[in-house]
């Protein structure tokens, strides 16, 4: 349990290291371009979802967001999801991960990923793919390995239906697997909760865009057993209102 | 033609916006001097002679409503004419009042290596506060252009008109002249959009496929159908509507650095024969010229005179020229129409007897969208309707989309292979290949079976005489005024794709960027074909440095000589060209974001 603190204390100086060391970089690379280079080094932020969630009981804040600082083919990626309710926050998750693209639409991608939140906190060492499918279907897939011989495997696929050029309907959804039971954090093994959500957003810009939704989660198996057995329900069905914006 | 002959653009300009006498110093004024005012409806001034200081500044403009800063010659967007004559030695000395590296190529010119004004090949380019003096012999006349090399400080305004007047008697007679020069001006800057891009390679297309469209397209072909048509762009990813990277969402078009708003003017005398030298200085944007009401007679192409030939309509690509003349015979105005090829926008400016008296202007024609053909998936069989006939492509789709994920590239080398080559004047007979350097993650497409693009007017103007009753210019109608200068066959043929990935909006040559690439080694004066296929769905416009691209159009005898060529999407183009130019020379995609990638170094030795 000590080794463990330490390693964590190690894994929030990489990322708290690796966030300033961006900024710096930041700082430091504009203007992106001089004299015709064709491969900047460039910085993306992407807060995909920052959103208030209408449910019966207390309503959640939740961010689920992306940065990469990089170049065509090589990028240093962070994703971020927190879920604060009543200013507690009950989740949060960083990965920060290397990308590499493997062919034209796609992106291998390998790091870690830590969980502060809840208790206790998870690390993982994380094998993931991201890209566009036929079809025009994002997916981002990651095996995650964890410590004690935990596994998690995550799909997520997305989609975006243009109702006018800046009026996007996002259908998504995302299934979580897991290897082992983690009863500490009331997690079963196998399929243990899918997440599907409808975003209908308006870009003012493109790099802004408001938008209104639902959003249905549902336990599975043994997840779903350990909820029950702690009076929880088992699915949730959640307006949601938010902004979805990046630079 | 006596330039004092042509007051509207010369006399009047001198004038009115130089102190007198200082044509033949030059401009040292630069900056004190505002002649790049909006409000200014007549265009740039002339300056003549064989002397010139030209000052690289940064000037104040508003074309928009906004106030931005823009890269200037002597406080001019566009630059001054310049006016030289063939025979003549110039003196050029410029000088960088910029913060950053500047530079000046001299755009069609045939002059020495060290002349040529591309930093990194010819000089190390001009440093803040520094001079550089160009000086060369001016072997040729016609329309040409100049611009930075250096940046994307063309984006921002650094680009002028050339003019040379011919030693012997011009072929083509006319009794007044306009530069109508086109270009696209941001209010962002360059360096911005070009990072929107990297992140968001549809930024700014605003066409995309909507739902509405599919329920329409449901309803009128039925869902097998229309799942079929959309099967191929679903399965690569990309978009029909994708036409320009960069669009009238963000550019203004300007004639002459007129905005359509305003109006450039070019005033005539009913009765004149007018001769406008149309020049695309644009950083992105290829347009699809007209006037209504008026035939153009084509006159010349990159500066060189051809075999007069007489269109209603012509497309220009960045950075290409094409000499017209139109006569009109009454006391009418005219407007000369000019719109983006994905019809997002348009410049326009009036040809008039009556500075008061204006033409109305038309409406763009509808947005083409691509089709097989444009994709490189053209089949001999098929009419060249893209835009119209979607019926015939359903039941190919479904076998083309398919091999070209699963294609396998060829490795074969044509060079160890002895091999006939097509004849001079009548472009290449080999087959395409595709070469391994070409898979990887930098690579989204290869075009199947490129067609040619010398027939083809291009996407958006195809059928145009059916439709509209307007004959659209095609490569296939240019044939040189002059006998071919080089008749030799060529010894080897160099096969080189246009490669690209759109969404990660990457630009490179046989799937190898510019700083990945070795050069292409030419032996001193040996006659080689370049065959240019183009792997990606956007147009791009190649230009050679140094040495003439003789566009091979089925007329070996009088071969059209060009300096930038548009390789049309999906399609391949054959031109020769003769090493006799020692040095290093660039040769890049004029697609200034395209550029840096889609770029290679000529070594002639």
Same mark, same amino acid.
């Given at each position: 349990m000590k080794i463990f603190k330490k390693q964590l204390l190690m894994f929030k100086r990489v990322f708290l290291l690796s966030i300033l060391s961006i900024s710096l970089l930041l700082s430091y690379v504009s203007p992106v371009l001089a004299d015709g280079k064709d491969d900047p080094l460039l910085t993306k932020v992407l807060i995909d979802q920052f959103e208030k969630r209408n449910t019966d009981g207390s309503d959640p804040w939740v961010l689920d967001g992306q940065a990469w600082i990089g170049k065509d083919l090589q990028k240093l990626w962070i994703k971020a999801e927190v879920e604060k309710v009543n200013s507690e926050t009950e989740e949060a998750e960083l990965q920060a991960l290397y990308s590499h693209a493997i062919a034209p639409y796609w992106d291998l991608q390998f790091g870690l990923r830590q969980?502060?939140?809840?208790?206790p906190s998870r690390s993982w060492a994380v094998f993931g793919i991201q890209g566009l499918a036929p079809y025009f279907f994002e997916v981002d897939t990651a095996l995650f390995i964890g410590e004690s011989g935990r596994t998690a495997l995550r799909l997520e696929a997305e989609y975006e239906l243009l109702f006018t050029q800046r009026l996007i309907l996002t259908p998504e959804i995302e299934v979580n697997f897991y290897g082992k039971n983690d009863k500490a954090l009331g997690i079963g093994s196998g399929l243990s909760d899918v997440e599907a959500g409808l975003r209908l957003r308006y870009e003012i810009r493109r790099e802004f865009a408001p938008y209104i939704g639902v959003n249905w989660n549902k336990s599975f198996g043994n997840t779903a057993d350990f909820a029950r057995d702690e009076g929880q329900d088992t699915d949730d069905l959640q307006w949601v209102i938010g902004l979805r914006a990046w630079f | 033609m006596n330039l004092l002959d042509s007051p509207s653009m010369s006399r009047r300009r001198f004038v009115t916006g130089i @102190? @007198?006498?200082s044509a033949f110093f030059g401009l040292g004024l630069g900056s004190t001097l505002s002649l790049a005012s909006p409000s200014n409806r007549l265009g740039p001034s002339m300056l003549k002679g064989n002397q010139f200081d030209l000052n690289i500044g940064y000037q104040p403009v508003n074309f928009t409503g906004k106030d931005r800063m823009a890269t200037a010659v002597n406080g001019s967007v566009p630059a001054p004419i310049l006016r030289w004559r063939e025979g003549e030695r110039v003196t050029l000395r410029v000088k960088n009042n910029l913060a950053v590296d500047s530079s000046i190529h001299w755009h069609g010119l045939i002059l020495p290596t060290e002349m040529d004004g591309v930093p990194g090949l010819s000089f190390d380019g001009i440093k803040p506060g520094k001079t550089f003096e160009y000086q060369f012999d001016v072997n040729q006349s016609g329309t040409y252009w100049y611009h930075s090399h250096s940046g994307f400080q063309e984006q921002t305004g650094l680009y002028g008109a050339i003019i040379i007047d011919p030693k012997e008697p011009d072929p083509v007679s006319y009794d007044r002249e306009y530069v109508v020069m086109l270009s696209d001006w941001s209010d962002e800057d360059p360096e911005a959009i070009y990072a929107k891009l990297k992140k968001l390679s549809h930024y700014y297309n605003f066409r995309e496929r909507t739902v509405g469209d599919l329920w329409q397209d449901i309803k009128d072909k039925g869902v097998t159908q229309t799942w079929n048509e959309r099967d191929m762009w679903n399965q690569m990813r990309m978009s029909e509507t994708d036409i320009s990277d960069v669009t009238g969402y963000t550019y203004t078009y300007l004639m002459n650095g007129v905005t359509p708003d305003e109006g450039w003017i070019g005033l005539f005398k009913r009765g004149e024969k007018v001769r406008l030298r149309f020049i695309n200085g644009s950083a992105m944007t290829i347009f699809d010229v007209r006037i209504p009401g008026l035939k153009m007679t084509v006159v010349a192409a990159d500066g060189q005179n051809i075999e007069p030939v007489t269109i209603d309509e012509f497309r220009i690509g960045v950075a290409e020229t094409y000499d017209v003349l139109v006569e009109p015979s009454d006391d009418s105005a005219y407007t000369v129409f000019a719109q983006s090829i994905d019809r997002t926008g348009f410049t326009c400016g009036t040809l008039t007897p009556d500075i008061g008296m204006t033409a109305s202007i038309p409406n763009m024609d509808i947005a083409p969208t691509l089709g097989h053909r444009d994709m490189g998936m053209g089949m001999a069989s098929m009419p060249e309707t893209s835009e119209t006939s979607a019926v015939d492509h359903s039941q190919h789709q479904m076998s083309t989309a398919k091999t070209i994920s699963d294609k396998k590239t060829d490795h074969k080398s044509h060079d160890s292979l002895p091999e006939v080559l097509g004849k001079a004047g009548f472009g290449s007979t080999r087959e395409i290949t595709h070469v391994s350097t070409e898979a990887g993650p930098q690579v989204d497409m290869r075009a199947i079976s490129p067609q040619s693009g010398l027939t083809d007017p291009g996407i958006g103007l195809r059928n145009h005489l059916q439709k509209y009753g307007r004959k659209v210019l095609t490569y296939a109608d240019i044939k040189n005024l002059y006998p071919t200068s080089d008749p030799r066959e060529p010894t080897r043929e160099i096969e080189l794709h246009l490669t690209g990935n759109m969404s990660r909006y990457m630009w490179s040559i046989n799937g190898v960027k510019f700083a990945d690439a070795d050069p292409i080694q030419l032996r001193y004066g040996e006659r080689v074909r370049i065959t240019l296929v183009n792997d990606t769905m956007m147009s791009h416009p190649m230009h050679l440095h140094g040495m003439w691209s003789e566009l091979e159009t089925g007329e070996p005898s009088h071969i059209p000589r060009k300096h930038t060529v548009i390789v049309q999407p999906g399609s391949k183009i054959s031109y020769l060209v003769t090493a006799d130019a020692r040095g290093q020379w660039a040769y890049h995609c004029h697609l200034i974001f395209h550029m840096a990638g889609m770029f290679r170094q000529v070594t002639v030795s």
């Amino acid at each position: 349990m000590k080794i463990f603190k330490k390693q964590l204390l190690m894994f929030k100086r990489v990322f708290l290291l690796s966030i300033l060391s961006i900024s710096l970089l930041l700082s430091y690379v504009s203007p992106v371009l001089a004299d015709g280079k064709d491969d900047p080094l460039l910085t993306k932020v992407l807060i995909d979802q920052f959103e208030k969630r209408n449910t019966d009981g207390s309503d959640p804040w939740v961010l689920d967001g992306q940065a990469w600082i990089g170049k065509d083919l090589q990028k240093l990626w962070i994703k971020a999801e927190v879920e604060k309710v009543n200013s507690e926050t009950e989740e949060a998750e960083l990965q920060a991960l290397y990308s590499h693209a493997i062919a034209p639409y796609w992106d291998l991608q390998f790091g870690l990923r830590q969980d502060f939140q809840p208790n206790p906190s998870r690390s993982w060492a994380v094998f993931g793919i991201q890209g566009l499918a036929p079809y025009f279907f994002e997916v981002d897939t990651a095996l995650f390995i964890g410590e004690s011989g935990r596994t998690a495997l995550r799909l997520e696929a997305e989609y975006e239906l243009l109702f006018t050029q800046r009026l996007i309907l996002t259908p998504e959804i995302e299934v979580n697997f897991y290897g082992k039971n983690d009863k500490a954090l009331g997690i079963g093994s196998g399929l243990s909760d899918v997440e599907a959500g409808l975003r209908l957003r308006y870009e003012i810009r493109r790099e802004f865009a408001p938008y209104i939704g639902v959003n249905w989660n549902k336990s599975f198996g043994n997840t779903a057993d350990f909820a029950r057995d702690e009076g929880q329900d088992t699915d949730d069905l959640q307006w949601v209102i938010g902004l979805r914006a990046w630079f | 033609m006596n330039l004092l002959d042509s007051p509207s653009m010369s006399r009047r300009r001198f004038v009115t916006g130089i @102190a @007198a006498g200082s044509a033949f110093f030059g401009l040292g004024l630069g900056s004190t001097l505002s002649l790049a005012s909006p409000s200014n409806r007549l265009g740039p001034s002339m300056l003549k002679g064989n002397q010139f200081d030209l000052n690289i500044g940064y000037q104040p403009v508003n074309f928009t409503g906004k106030d931005r800063m823009a890269t200037a010659v002597n406080g001019s967007v566009p630059a001054p004419i310049l006016r030289w004559r063939e025979g003549e030695r110039v003196t050029l000395r410029v000088k960088n009042n910029l913060a950053v590296d500047s530079s000046i190529h001299w755009h069609g010119l045939i002059l020495p290596t060290e002349m040529d004004g591309v930093p990194g090949l010819s000089f190390d380019g001009i440093k803040p506060g520094k001079t550089f003096e160009y000086q060369f012999d001016v072997n040729q006349s016609g329309t040409y252009w100049y611009h930075s090399h250096s940046g994307f400080q063309e984006q921002t305004g650094l680009y002028g008109a050339i003019i040379i007047d011919p030693k012997e008697p011009d072929p083509v007679s006319y009794d007044r002249e306009y530069v109508v020069m086109l270009s696209d001006w941001s209010d962002e800057d360059p360096e911005a959009i070009y990072a929107k891009l990297k992140k968001l390679s549809h930024y700014y297309n605003f066409r995309e496929r909507t739902v509405g469209d599919l329920w329409q397209d449901i309803k009128d072909k039925g869902v097998t159908q229309t799942w079929n048509e959309r099967d191929m762009w679903n399965q690569m990813r990309m978009s029909e509507t994708d036409i320009s990277d960069v669009t009238g969402y963000t550019y203004t078009y300007l004639m002459n650095g007129v905005t359509p708003d305003e109006g450039w003017i070019g005033l005539f005398k009913r009765g004149e024969k007018v001769r406008l030298r149309f020049i695309n200085g644009s950083a992105m944007t290829i347009f699809d010229v007209r006037i209504p009401g008026l035939k153009m007679t084509v006159v010349a192409a990159d500066g060189q005179n051809i075999e007069p030939v007489t269109i209603d309509e012509f497309r220009i690509g960045v950075a290409e020229t094409y000499d017209v003349l139109v006569e009109p015979s009454d006391d009418s105005a005219y407007t000369v129409f000019a719109q983006s090829i994905d019809r997002t926008g348009f410049t326009c400016g009036t040809l008039t007897p009556d500075i008061g008296m204006t033409a109305s202007i038309p409406n763009m024609d509808i947005a083409p969208t691509l089709g097989h053909r444009d994709m490189g998936m053209g089949m001999a069989s098929m009419p060249e309707t893209s835009e119209t006939s979607a019926v015939d492509h359903s039941q190919h789709q479904m076998s083309t989309a398919k091999t070209i994920s699963d294609k396998k590239t060829d490795h074969k080398s044509h060079d160890s292979l002895p091999e006939v080559l097509g004849k001079a004047g009548f472009g290449s007979t080999r087959e395409i290949t595709h070469v391994s350097t070409e898979a990887g993650p930098q690579v989204d497409m290869r075009a199947i079976s490129p067609q040619s693009g010398l027939t083809d007017p291009g996407i958006g103007l195809r059928n145009h005489l059916q439709k509209y009753g307007r004959k659209v210019l095609t490569y296939a109608d240019i044939k040189n005024l002059y006998p071919t200068s080089d008749p030799r066959e060529p010894t080897r043929e160099i096969e080189l794709h246009l490669t690209g990935n759109m969404s990660r909006y990457m630009w490179s040559i046989n799937g190898v960027k510019f700083a990945d690439a070795d050069p292409i080694q030419l032996r001193y004066g040996e006659r080689v074909r370049i065959t240019l296929v183009n792997d990606t769905m956007m147009s791009h416009p190649m230009h050679l440095h140094g040495m003439w691209s003789e566009l091979e159009t089925g007329e070996p005898s009088h071969i059209p000589r060009k300096h930038t060529v548009i390789v049309q999407p999906g399609s391949k183009i054959s031109y020769l060209v003769t090493a006799d130019a020692r040095g290093q020379w660039a040769y890049h995609c004029h697609l200034i974001f395209h550029m840096a990638g889609m770029f290679r170094q000529v070594t002639v030795s």
